[in-house]
C-alpha cells in the first residue's frame, strides 16, 4: 500500500489535476482495460470537492473512472486507515487549495484548527510521499516554502517537489529559475516537468481524465508527462 498526499499552501497550483491523473495513469498500468476491480483510489480532503466535481462530469459524459474516488474531509478517523483500504494498492489525495497555518511552529498544531486541519494531520500521519507541485513563477516560492519547512519537514515525511504547468511557449528561463529556487533549498525535485496543455485545462469540465484523452499527437504528448511522472514516483521519487 502506498499512500501520496499532493500538498501545497498555494492555491491553483493543480493539485486536483495531479491527483486525479496520477491515479488515473496508476490505475491504467496495473488494470490495462480489464473489467476488474481498481486497486487505486483518490480520496479528496478539499472541502470544495473540486476532485469529486470532477469525478461527477466524468460520469455525466459517459465515461468511467479507472479508479475509486471519496470525498472525505471531515472523517478525520477515515483518512487515518486509508493506508488499511481493502483491495487497494495506491492512494492518491487531494488536499484543499488554501492551508490556514497557524502562528504555532510545531508540525501537529501549524495546520490550524477546524475540520481541515484535523483532515490534513490524519492523512499526513499515514502518508508514504507528499507530492509538492509548484508552478514555474515567483508568486508560488514563498508558499511553497512554508508548506515543507512548517509541515513536511517537522514530520519527517518524505516528499518530492514536481514543477506543474509550465509552458514551453514561455521560454525556459521560469523553468531554470524555479529549478534553481528548489536546488538552493536542497529539496528533493522530480525530474519530470508536467507541461501545459489546453486539453489539461479543459479535462474536468469535458468530463475525462489524462487516460482518456483523444488518441492525437497534442494528447499523446499531454498524457506522456503523467506517465513519467507516475514512474519516476514509483522508483523514488527523485
Known sequence: MAVHVVLNQKGGVGKSTLTMNLAAVKAHALTGDADVESPVAAISVDPQGSAVWWADRVEGSGNELPFKI????????????????????????????????SSNGDSADSLGAGASGDALRAVLSIA???????????????????????????????????????DPRDGKVDLEQTRAFVD??????????????????RAAADGRVVTEYDANRVS?????????????????GH
Not at 483518512?79 to 497555518?101: A, E, M, N, R
Not at 533549498?185 to 501545459?196: K, Q
Not at 499523446?220 to 522508483?235: G, N, P, T, V
Open 70 to 101: 471519496a470525498q472525505a474531509h471531515d472523517n478525520p478517523k477515515i483518512l487515518s486507515q486509508l493506508h488499511k483500504l481493502p483491495g487497494i494498492s495506491h492512494v492518491y489525495v487531494d488536499t484543499p487549495g488554501w492551508i490556514d497555518f
Open 128 to 166: 508514504d510521499l507528499v507530492i509538492v507541485p509548484i508552478e514555474p513563477e515567483p508568486l508560488c516560492f514563498d508558499p511553497t516554502a512554508r508548506t515543507i519547512k512548517k509541515v513536511i519537514e517537522p514530520l519527517g515525511k518524505k516528499f518530492v517537489v514536481v514543477i506543474n504547468n509550465w
Open 220 to 236: 499523446l504528448q499531454a498524457r506522456e508527462d503523467f506517465y513519467k511522472l507516475s514512474l519516476e514516483l514509483e522508483a523514488g
Open 184 to 201: 538552493a533549498h536542497g529539496w528533493p525535485l522530480a525530474r519530470t516537468v508536467v507541461r501545459h496543455y489546453k486539453v489539461h485545462t
